[in-house]
Structures are given as structure tokens and as C-alpha cells.
């Protein structure tokens, strides 16, 4: 079973920062969280992860709080191609173990 | 870099037939996992094959078997079909990069099973 809680909808306008919370209050010291998003008739698309520090890339910041137990994904300018499914996932070390997905946040992006 | 893809796109089998899924992973990756998904679910774990062994199961009864071939691509079979199969089928190839891995995803194969 999936470690994580996430809302099952947001809407964000488009434009403004999207950010999707997720809860892993059960996390341990040596599992990393993970984003990955699914755009409608799509594979998933890994965002970014992190275990401890906030992580920024060119598609988003991860916010990790201090005892571990949510994060925050932030889009900081949401466009329309930014609807889909968001999955929060919680996953031991950096080794090639399996994905385990949740239900997810569907965020709409709206004009 | 084509990524990974997979064929057929889209399949309609009767129940109690048996289906054959291919995923050709991405140029340089050697690892291939697949992920079985059901309407509004998150995509939930198979298998995953690695220098053509399986290494890795979810929770899947026998009737699902794959194979990975010698140039790394892999095939997902499935018999005795149920009601219950039809799903989106995903394949997620990775690789060892700067001591860790990311699985990238194909398109997936649309099974209807009737």
C-alpha cells in the first residue's frame, strides 16, 4: 500500500503557483520522496525527488518539512499542459526498488 | 532518442484467451519493470526483469509471466484472461545513472478484455 496521503483534486489558475501537499507521516530515515505526474493517455513523468533539503529543477521545487512527515510540490507558473494526475511516492534509497503508487492529486489548471 | 515505446497501443481480448505485450526500453537501459493500471488507480507493480532474470514481484498471481531478451526489450504475458485484467499496461525502463535510477514510462498498452 501507498505510504502517502494527498488530496484527491485541486484547481490552480493558470499562472499561479500550483502547490500539491502530501502527508508520509510513517517515512523512514532512508526513503526519499518522489513526484511523479501523469497527463491524460500518458506514462508517468518523474518531477523530482528529495530526502531531506528542498530540491529545485526546471520543472519544480520540492519542499520537504524539517521532521519529514509531508512535502510540498510547487509549480511556480502553472500552464494548461500542467493538468494531470500527481503522485506523491515514498521509496527506499536511490536503488532501482518499485514504484508504489497512491490515487494521487488530479490538479486542473484553469484559464 | 526514441524513449521507450510499446505495442500494440490498444488490444481487445475474450476471456480466458491470452495476451502478449512488448516494450522496447529506452536507448542505454537494461532494467525493465511493468506496472499494471486500473481505471482511476495509481498504476500498481508487476514484475521487473534484469540481465533477462525477473528480479522483482508484486503481488500478481502466476497467470502474468514476462520475459526480457537479449537487447534488453521485454514482453508481458498474460493468460487465462479475467474481466479483471483489462487495464492500462505500463512499461517503465531505467538505468544506473550517478549511483542512482529513474524509471521512464512508455505510452502503455490499453487492454479491454470482454
Known amino acids: 500500500d501507498a505510504k502517502t496521503t494527498q488530496p484527491p483534486s485541486m484547481d490552480c489558475a493558470e499562472g499561479r503557483a500550483a502547490n500539491l501537499p502530501c502527508n508520509h507521516s510513517?517515512?523512514?530515515?532512508?526513503?526519499?520522496v518522489y513526484w511523479y505526474r501523469q497527463i491524460h493517455s500518458q506514462g508517468p513523468q518523474y518531477i523530482i525527488h528529495?530526502?531531506?533539503n528542498n530540491e529545485t529543477n526546471e520543472m519544480a521545487s520540492l519542499i520537504i518539512t524539517e521532521d519529514r512527515k509531508s512535502s510540498t510540490l510547487i509549480l511556480p507558473h502553472a500552464t494548461l499542459r500542467d493538468t494531470a494526475v500527481y503522485y506523491c511516492?515514498?521509496?527506499?534509497?536511490?536503488?532501482?526498488?518499485?514504484?508504489?503508487f497512491g490515487k494521487g492529486t488530479r490538479l486542473s489548471v484553469i484559464a | 532518442d526514441a524513449g521507450v515505446t510499446q505495442s500494440p497501443t490498444h488490444l481487445i481480448k475474450t476471456r480466458g484467451q491470452q495476451v502478449t505485450l512488448r516494450c522496447s526500453p529506452k536507448?542505454?537501459?537494461?532494467?525493465v519493470s511493468w506496472y499494471q493500471q486500473a481505471l482511476g488507480q495509481g498504476p500498481q507493480f508487476i514484475f521487473q526483469?534484469?540481465?533477462?532474470?525477473?528480479?522483482q514481484r508484486g503481488n500478481f498471481p502466476d497467470r502474468f509471466s514476462g520475459h526480457q531478451f537479449p537487447n534488453y526489450s521485454s514482453e508481458l504475458n498474460v493468460n487465462a484472461l479475467l474481466l479483471g485484467d483489462s487495464a492500462l499496461y505500463l512499461c517503465?525502463?531505467?538505468?544506473?545513472?550517478?549511483?542512482?535510477?529513474?524509471?521512464?514510462f512508455g505510452p502503455g498498452t490499453r487492454l479491454t478484455v470482454t
Open positions: 517503465a525502463s531505467s538505468w544506473r545513472q550517478d549511483g542512482r535510477y529513474e524509471q521512464y
Open positions: 510513517t517515512i523512514s530515515g532512508n526513503e526519499y
Open positions: 528529495g530526502l531531506k
Open positions: 511516492i515514498v521509496r527506499v534509497g536511490l536503488g532501482n526498488t518499485p514504484l508504489v
Open positions: 536507448s542505454g537501459h537494461d532494467t
Open positions: 526483469y534484469y540481465e533477462e532474470e525477473e528480479r
